[in-house]
Structure formats: C-alpha cells, structure tokens
C-alpha cells in the first residue's frame, strides 16, 4: 500500500527492464534473500531498518504484475517477515504497519506453504499485546481455529497416543484383576490343605494313643 515502500521503488524506477511474469519471479527471489538474511541474529535489525519489514508487507497486500500474486512470493514474504518479528521492535513495527489482517489473510490460503508461513508470524506477534489485540480484531483467532480443525493429521498422534494409552491401561487393569482372581483360589485352598493335614495328624494321634 501507499507508504509502505519509496515512491522510486513503489514506481519501478529503480527496478530492471523486464516482463511483466519476470518481475515477478525476480521479487519471489529477492523475497527469498531478505527472509534468509532475516535468518541471521545480527542483521534482522539491518534489514529492518532498510525498510525490509515494510517491503515484505507491500508484498503481502499487492497483486502480482502478472495478475494473481505468486505463491512464491507471498511465502517467501511471509517467511521473511517470521524471521524478523522475533525482534521485539520489529514485531511492533509489523503490528503498527498493518500487518495482522494481511498475515490473517493468508493463514486462509488454501496453499499450506503460504498458511504455515503467516502462522508462523501471527505465532511470533501474538507474544506481544499489541499483537494481541491487533488478533483479536482481525478476526485471527476464529481463522487459525478454523486452520487446525480442517488438518486431520494434527490429530492423528494425539488420537494414537490415547489409544494406545487406554489399551494399556485396560490391559494393565485386566491383568491385576486376573492375578488377583488366581491368588485367592491359591490361598483359600493352601489354608484348606493345612487344615485338612492338622485334622489328619490329630486323628492319627488319637488312634496312636488308642
């Protein structure tokens, strides 16, 4: 959007003779270097202070030359705009910038790589209030529901896991419950016997001294 970048950069000035598809694979590409320089601790501030969160949003909220925006490079924005709001003041400026409802957006991409992506952000922003509350508006909450509940394979090791856990539970209860049904036949008949071989010995005894 207007502000976002300078007015030489917003105008393709300063940007190469080209089609209009090539552009485009051009600013996935440049995309892709600034999310991986983002990577690094010591220059997140440096490609902040460039101007790199705010270019990475214009990304998001910008139709690609070719007509739909790549999915290349909304990624790759996303990623980017990740690695960078791990940075306390880079994360504000990224709330202040407009940038919540935009990453919302896209955690509604039917593509996962572009949902992972703003997810990850939104993950990083809502450890502060601002971020937060700029969630809460956008909607975001109800969004990344929605994102979870429609992935069955998030629940697939849960689901496993308590099964497994009761069956092991049953198993472990029907085991005691056997063990304990075996013993007491065991023990009632052990007292029996020596009940029955005590008698036997006191009538032997009588019959001796007889």
């Given amino acids: 959007g207007p502000g976002l970048l300078s007015p030489s950069v917003r105008d ?9 598809c090539a552009a485009d694979r051009i600013t996935a590409a440049a995309a892709a270097a600034l999310s991986r320089l983002s990577l690094a601790a010591d220059l997140k501030v440096a490609v902040a202070a460039a101007g790199g969160a705010q270019a990475l949003l214009a ?8 007509g739909a925006r790549s999915s290349a490079t909304a990624t790759h924005a996303a990623r980017g705009l990740a690695n960078l709001s ?19 957006g896209l955690v509604g991409s039917r593509r996962a790589e ?8 939104l993950a990083n922003l809502s ?3 601002s971020g937060r509350r700029a969630l809460l508006r956008a909607g975001g909450v109800a969004r990344l529901v929605a994102l979870v509940s429609s992935l069955p394979c998030a629940y ?10 009761h069956a092991s539970d049953a198993a472990s209860t029907g085991s005691s419950s056997s063990s304990s049904a075996d013993a007491a036949p065991g023990a009632g008949g052990g007292e029996g016997a020596g009940e029955r071989r ?3 010995e006191a009538a032997e005894a009588e019959g001796d001294e007889g």
């Fill in 12 to 20: 393709g000035a300063t940007a190469p003779a080209t089609s209009k």
């Fill in 59 to 66: 990304l998001l909220a910008a139709e690609g030359r070719c």
């Fill in 86 to 104: 791990v940075h306390l003041d880079i994360a504000a400026a990224i709330v202040a910038g407009g940038g919540v409802p935009l990453l919302v």
């Fill in 114 to 121: 572009e949902a992972e992506a703003a997810s990850a952000v």
């Fill in 127 to 129: 450890l502060h209030e």
């Fill in 156 to 165: 697939a090791p849960v689901t496993a896991y308590l099964s497994s856990t």
């Fill in 198 to 200: 005590e008698a036997a």
